[in-house]
T-cell receptor, first 115, second 113 residues
Framework: EAGVAQSPRYKIIEKRQSVAFWCNPI?????LYWYQQILGQGPKLLIQ????????DSQLPKDRFSAERLKGVDSTLKIQPAKLEDSAVYLC?????????????FGEGSRLTVL | QKEVEQDPGPLSVPEGAIVSLNCTYS??????FMWYRQYSRKGPELLMY??SSGNKEDGRFTAQVDKSSKYISLFIRDSQPSDSATYLC?????????????WGLGTSLAVNP
């Protein structure tokens, strides 16, 4: 079974530029998450989708971040304009099971450096 | 006060040592407790999952939950260099896809050959 795919793996941009990250979850996984992980910290949930509907985006800085999940499959996270403090790894995760662990399966992440 | 506290380390131990990793929490409504392992430049992967209080064992790994003390632990027996990673605790009040996971900072572990 293929895992969660993310691209690009690495991106370096200047502040005020824009960037987009793409995620393809595990086939059949209805729930998709975008997390931000700053060096030395735990993951911070940015947005959670159930199919193509938003479940939780309370911590998404909506003035600069946007995300969409068209057709309930792959997803794109955009940052525009980027700030220095956006330097982080952006992790995409997906999950399937509803009743038990609801284990999150993570991709390898997209590492963003804002100069 | 953060909902979940975890000492970031780093923790360095010799191969074969018993490792103890811990998290404390403040929300007494947490019932589901997880340990994720994250290798360098990789995403986290679920290592252990525990519901409510008690112990759970899987090979060299034991997860322990003490709800009365609001304290969870992960023990690694006979630690190996391949156990070198960051260990993240996570917990939630409810189960399933719509639960809100609260994460610790992660503890960096190095097992030296």
């Amino acid at each position: 079974e293929a895992g969660v795919a993310q691209s690009p793996r690495y991106k370096i941009i200047e502040k005020r530029q824009s960037v987009a990250f793409w995620c393809n979850p595990i086939s059949g996984h209805a729930t998709l998450y975008w997390y931000q992980q700053i060096l030395g910290q735990g993951p911070k949930l940015l947005i959670q989708f159930q199919n193509n509907g938003v479940v939780d985006d309370s911590q998404l800085p909506k003035d600069r971040f946007s995300a969409e999940r068209l057709k309930g499959v792959d997803s794109t996270l955009k940052i525009q304009p980027a700030k220095l403090e956006d330097s982080a790894v952006y992790l995409c995760a997906s999950s399937f099971r509803k009743g038990d662990t609801g284990e999150l399966f993570f991709g390898e992440g997209s590492r963003l450096t804002v100069l | 006060q953060k909902e979940v506290e975890q000492d970031p380390g780093p923790l360095s131990v010799p191969e074969g040592a018993i490792v103890s990793l811990n998290c404390t929490y403040s929300n007494s409504a947490f019932q589901y407790f997880m340990w994720y392992r994250q290798y360098s430049r990789k995403g986290p992967e679920l290592l252990m999952y525990t519901y409510s209080s008690g112990n759970k064992e899987d090979g060299r790994f034991t997860a322990q939950v003490d709800k009365s003390s609001k304290y969870i632990s992960l023990f690694i027996r006979d630690s190996q260099p391949s156990d070198s990673a960051t260990y993240l605790c996570a917990m939630s009040e409810t189960a399933g896809n719509n639960r809100k996971l609260i994460w610790g900072l992660g503890t960096s572990l190095a097992v030296n050959p």
